[in-house]
């Protein structure tokens, strides 16, 4: 049963824009805590933002300035929307959602940033 849903991925040059979505339930997008995390390959999953209670958010210094995580509480969707982007940004991300010690992952979309 898939809880999480990741859309907006894809291919994009060096300096471009992309914008990421993660649809869920009501019920998940009320009471958990959401973020992104993304893991390229060879690389460890790294957090990338994440709300962390009410409207406090918090970023990867990698991504300050140049991403920002928001949310549509009228479509139970997290969105990430990321600027200026650089072949460093690629890899895999993935909505995550957090309750305690319950965690919640979608299947990831995969985001490429090259010439």
């Known amino acids: 049963q898939v809880q999480l849903v990741e859309s907006g991925g894809g291919l994009v040059q060096p300096g471009g824009s992309l914008r990421l979505s993660c649809a869920t339930s009501?019920?998940?997008?009320?009471?958990?805590?959401m973020g992104w995390y993304r893991q390229a390959p060879g690389k460890e999953r790294e957090l990338v933002a994440a709300f962390t209670g009410g409207d406090n958010t918090k970023y990867a210094d990698s991504v300050k300035g140049r991403f920002t995580i928001s949310r549509d509480n009228a479509k139970n969707t997290l969105y990430l929307q990321m600027n200026s982007l650089k072949p460093e940004d690629s890899a895999v991300y993935c909505c995550?959602?957090?309750?305690?010690?319950?965690?919640?992952w979608g299947q990831g979309t995969q985001v490429t940033v090259s010439t």
């Open positions: 009501r019920s998940i997008f009320r009471t958990y805590l």
């Open positions: 995550n959602a957090r309750l305690f010690g319950n965690q919640l």
